[in-house]
């Protein structure tokens, strides 16, 4: 799997010049934040894993775990979950069924295939196959960890909807951690769903939008003192 960015480029600089190009303005600002946000993980010495919801073909996780290296974070595991059968709803923009032409084995093959990685981060990587709706599956992924950085990518209000219940059920975020909203901005459900349970939250959470792009918003959440 190729990078298909140069890491270079990833300035506020060159952000300004591609406003216009929508995936340059997307990948590039989103990638801007995932570093800043890693990097940010490392300077406070925040405990907890990364991991993924939505991985198709394990790009963003490339990134990630890119970034956890760059970093010196070799101590977290980096973690995708996956129905890998594509979108099971229309909603807005996203269309059913799209978003399949991929396996888990052929996403955690590239991944492990990548030239950027070093055999340190790719032991890290981890891909799990299960429909969010799974509550036992899910349980056996999530359950006894802490994540610090969540990153949810599945595109569909429903599934970001069901995502919650399973980080709620689990209880798996970090006293303080990232959640990173990949299609907020997109004609969806998502943004309206995930506005509804940040405000329920925020009895339990200090709440911060850490960064954004036009399609993308990421939170900071710190748990509050009892």
């Keep these: 799997m190729e ?3 140069n890491p270079k480029d990833l300035t506020p600089k060159y952000y300004k010049t591609v406003q216009d190009d929508e995936e340059l303005e997307h990948q590039i600002g989103r990638l801007q934040n995932f570093r800043a946000i890693i990097q940010e993980v490392h300077d406070k010495n925040l405990k907890g894993d990364f991991i993924e919801f939505g991985v198709f073909r394990g790009f963003s996780i490339l990134w990630t775990a890119y970034f956890c290296q760059q970093a010196g974070l070799y101590d977290r595991a980096l973690m995708g979950v996956d129905g890998f059968i594509g979108l099971s709803e229309d909603d807005g923009i996203f269309k059913k069924g799209t978003l399949s032409s991929t396996s888990r084995k052929e996403c955690e093959r590239a991944l492990k295939a990548s030239p950027d990685l070093d055999a340190r981060i790719k032991e890290r990587i981890q891909i799990h ?5 799974n509550i036992q599956k899910m349980g056996s992924i999530l359950s006894g960890k802490k994540f610090v950085f969540v990153h949810i990518d599945c595109d569909l209000g429903s599934s970001t909807l069901q995502l919650f219940q399973r980080i709620q059920e689990t209880d798996c975020l970090a006293d303080e951690c990232f959640i990173l909203f990949d299609d907020y901005g997109c004609i969806s459900s998502l943004a309206k769903i995930v506005d509804s349970h940040m405000r329920t939250l925020e009895d ?20 509050r003192l009892l």
Excluded: A
């Design 204 to 223: 339990g959470w200090k709440i911060t939008v850490h960064s954004s792009t036009k399609l993308t918003k990421n939170f900071h959440l710190q748990k």
């Design 3 to 5: 990078m298909l960015y």
């Design 129 to 133: 196959e299960s429909l969010f709706e």
